[in-house]
């Protein structure tokens, strides 16, 4: 991952003039404990499945994984110049920590993992992801998910 400390000057002006979006409130639901909650992962990776779209520059949308993915089906279309892909090609988990989140279920740590999963590509404006975002949003509440890991990338 670049730190913005390393970038040329113009770059960092540039990242540093970009709009924060303001909420007038913010939603806030409490969970149910960990081990009483269902879990998805949403990733801003680009990942998504071999036969899927690739992300292009600049993407708003979002891809679904089944939680069954076979890590062999999982591909990645990041377009950041900047993004490091060394880490995806080490060990999936870094991006997408499905056996994780398995080995938490089997511990009894989480009652559950959703059935399915979200990835955006990062790098983008996310005021042009609002529509995209609030679809996950009722994607997640009808596979009654309590909470997410949010995996930045």
Known sequence: MQRIADL??????????????EFESTPWQTPPPLNESRIAI??????????DRTFAGGATDYRILPGD????????????VNFDRSGFQQDVDVVFPMRRLRELEQAGEIASVAAWHYSFMGATDPTGMVDSALDVARLLQQDEVDGAILIPV
Do not use: C
């Open 8 to 21: 040329p000057e113009p770059v960092q002006q540039g990242f540093l003039r970009l709009p924060l979006p």
């Open 42 to 51: 949403i990733s801003t990776a680009g990942l998504h499945r071999h036969e």
């Open 69 to 80: 993915l076979d890590y062999a089906d999982l591909a990645m279309s990041h377009v950041s």
